[in-house]
T-cell receptor, first 111, second 115 residues
Framework: DAKTTQPTSMDCAEGRAANLPCNHS???????VYWYRQIHSQGPQYIIH???NNETNEMASLIITEDRKSSTLILPHATLRDTAVYYC????????????FGTGTSLTVIP | GAVVSQHPSWVICKSGTSVKIECRSL??????MFWYRQFPKQSLMLMAT?????????EQGVEKDKFLINHASLTLSTLTVTSAHPEDSSFYIC???????????FGSGTRLTVV
């Protein structure tokens, strides 16, 4: 699976949009981009995933560049409960494939 | 839907004893489950892949005789930490894939403390 690079930490003001970048320059054509987050002492929570088109759900938006070498997760109105470590993972869409986690971005939402 | 239940949420055991952690898929069947370990301030590290009806596949450097995995049914996988030592103290998390179109679902984790 392709390696990802994320900033170690970011701050965001409550109520503002949080934009979390991820670089995955070695991604292959069939690999998807997944985003998970982990709130302290809990299991990771699925946020969103996509292949090449931008995606939006009730939690966030995923913007993937045209060359697919990077993506941005957008939390449109960050709340204090969004404080967590956010992981960007690229992998093939096969049920038996495991997820390998990188170091992620520690997002702190500031009141 | 797609809930993975992990039990216990925390456990304290004496050095040298064994501890069993259960991971159940509540509303779907999982032929494959994954076990992770996470040390403080570190990322999740994949330990092994649990396969229903067959032997687990362990990641390099993970002792299969120490971390026994059993996947006896389509909804239950167990991880047994044998002869636990303080260095085994960690946060253990399981996950399972509800389907190819979904993100994997993770359990809430088990905090193991060996004293």
């Amino acid at each position: 699976d392709a390696k990802t690079t994320q900033p170690t930490s970011m701050d965001c003001a409550e109520g503002r949009a949080a934009n979390l970048p991820c670089n995955h320059s070695t991604i292959s054509g069939n690999e998807y981009v997944y985003w998970y987050r982990q709130i302290h002492s809990q299991g990771p929570q699925y946020i969103i995933h996509g292949l090449k088109n931008n995606e939006t759900n009730e939690m966030a938006s995923l913007i993937i560049t045209e060359d697919r070498k990077s993506s941005t997760l957008i939390l449109p109105h960050a709340t204090l409960r969004d404080t967590a470590v956010y992981y960007c993972i690229v992998r093939f869409l096969l049920t038996g494939n495991q997820f390998y986690f990188g170091t992620g971005t520690s997002l702190t939402v500031i009141p | 839907g797609a809930v993975v239940s992990q039990h216990p949420s925390w456990v304290i055991c004496k050095s040298g004893t064994s501890v069993k952690i259960e991971c159940r898929s509540l509303d779907f069947q999982a032929t494959t489950m994954f076990w992770y370990r996470q040390f403080p301030k570190q990322s999740l590290m994949l330990m092994a892949t649990s396969n229903e009806g067959s032997k687990a596949t362990y990641e390099q450097g993970v002792e299969k005789d120490k971390f026994l995995i059993n996947h006896a049914s389509l909804t239950l996988s167990t991880l047994t930490v044998t002869s636990a030592h303080p260095e085994d103290s960690s946060f253990y998390i399981c996950s399972a894939p509800p389907g190819a179109s979904y993100g994997y679902t993770f359990g809430s984790g088990t905090r193991l403390t060996v004293v």
